[in-house]
Nanobody, 120 residues
């Protein structure tokens, strides 16, 4: 069974750092674009950052200069390094990946979500 397993969330003080990880497991041929989204209470899910299989990145304006997305293609894993965290970064963070299951099909998957809370 193919799934995305996230880790690394938690409680951090403003100005602190966290690193999220998301690993694709199961029978996978390769991973195409991967990314992170977040959803705060009462808000819609929003894009945080994406990265292509070639390493091209895209960030939401609100996180540019503070967050860095990276990936390890050999491990089908994507990371999100979050620095200078602010209370407004508090949300459930979801991993998303476009996975190639075989030569003929791809499918988008979501992780289960990991809570990030920024508070003093």
């Amino acid at each position: 069974q193919v799934q995305l397993v996230e880790s690394g969330g938690g409680l951090v003080q403003p100005g602190g750092s966290l690193r999220l990880s998301c690993a694709a497991s199961g029978s996978i041929f390769s991973a195409n674009a991967m990314g992170w989204y977040r959803q705060a209470p009462g808000n819609q899910r929003e894009l945080v950052a994406t990265i292509t299989s070639g390493g091209s990145t895209n960030y939401a304006d609100s996180v540019k200069g503070r967050f860095t997305i990276s990936r390890d293609n050999a491990k089908n894993t994507v990371y999100l390094q979050m620095n200078s965290l602010k209370p407004e970064d508090t949300a459930v963070y979801y991993c998303n990946a476009d996975l190639r299951l075989n030569l003929f099909s791809t499918r988008k998957y979501w992780g289960q979500g990991t809570q990030v809370t920024v508070s003093s």
